[in-house]
């Protein structure tokens, strides 16, 4: 079995409001990006890996791995406009066999073990995601009214989401809809039922400038 690792750091980090595009900042002395690639370089099943990058950060990124020494193997691919057309333009790049795991560049503090739990679902059961599940209350907003929502009934959804290529593949071929925010919402519109595992509190997305200062409490060394 072939498994590949597809790490999106096409994003332009809008919400980070840094002039060097958040993937590149650095958290504990290394860009955010060669943190998630360890980890990915750790894992028991040894992903190939995709890095997909907007083309015009791809000479910044090389310079970066020669400052970093940053030696480990992987292919690059150009970024899109929308997170969906980036994570299409990896999967174009591989067959139809294997597992294949998505994950945000921007989530450096990823365990090895959920990633390598991630690869174990999804090639049992097609497809797998990791979530957690809300500590606080949940209240939802429409029409200008809120309305209490049951908790437990509600997971905070995080990546690694893995699948099998051929289901992957097959949902990445329906047009783009805004209500894509991640791989999941693809697939479960092309009929899947979508596999929850135990995500970690940790695995938090560096999004806004007080996420990285939490990732830089959060790591361990
Ligand atoms: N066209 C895009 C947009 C996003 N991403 C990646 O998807 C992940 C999650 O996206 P997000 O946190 O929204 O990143 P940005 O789009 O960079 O941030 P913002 O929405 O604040 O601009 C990030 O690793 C980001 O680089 C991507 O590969 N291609
Ligand atoms: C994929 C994701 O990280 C799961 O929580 C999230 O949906 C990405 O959303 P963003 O708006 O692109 O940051």
């Given at each position: 079995m072939k498994y590949y690792a597809v790490i999106v750091a096409?994003?332009?980090g809008n919400r980070m409001?840094?002039?060097?595009?958040k993937q590149f900042l650095l958290l504990k002395n290394l860009p955010v990006l060669m943190h998630t690639l360890k980890a990915f370089a750790q894992s028991e099943y040894q992903p190939l890996i995709l890095l997909v990058l907007n083309k015009n950060q791809q000479p910044y990124w090389l310079r970066l791995c020669e400052e970093f020494n940053f030696r480990i193997p992987h292919t690059v691919i150009d970024g899109g406009s929308e997170r969906f057309q980036s994570v299409k333009n990896a999967i174009n790049h591989l067959d139809d066999d294997g597992v294949v795991a998505v994950h945000d560049?921007?989530?450096?503090?990823?365990s090895t073990k959920l990633i390598d739990n991630c690869f174990k679902y999804a090639l049992e059961k097609g497809n797998v995601i990791a979530a957690v599940q809300s500590t606080d209350s949940v209240r939802k907003l429409r029409d200008d009214k809120t309305s209490a929502l049951n908790r437990n009934e509600i997971y905070l959804v995080q990546t690694p989401q893995a699948f099998t290529l051929d289901i992957l593949k097959e949902a990445y071929k329906q047009d783009f809809s805004p209500h894509f925010t991640d791989d999941a919402s693809v697939v479960e519109l092309a009929g899947y039922e979508i596999n929850i595992i135990e995500g970690e509190r940790?695995?938090?997305?560096?999004?806004?400038?007080i996420d990285l200062e939490l990732a830089e409490l959060l790591m361990k060394k």
């Open positions: 096409g994003g332009s409001q840094t002039e060097t595009p560049a921007v989530r450096p503090i990823i940790n695995n938090i997305k560096i999004t806004h400038p």
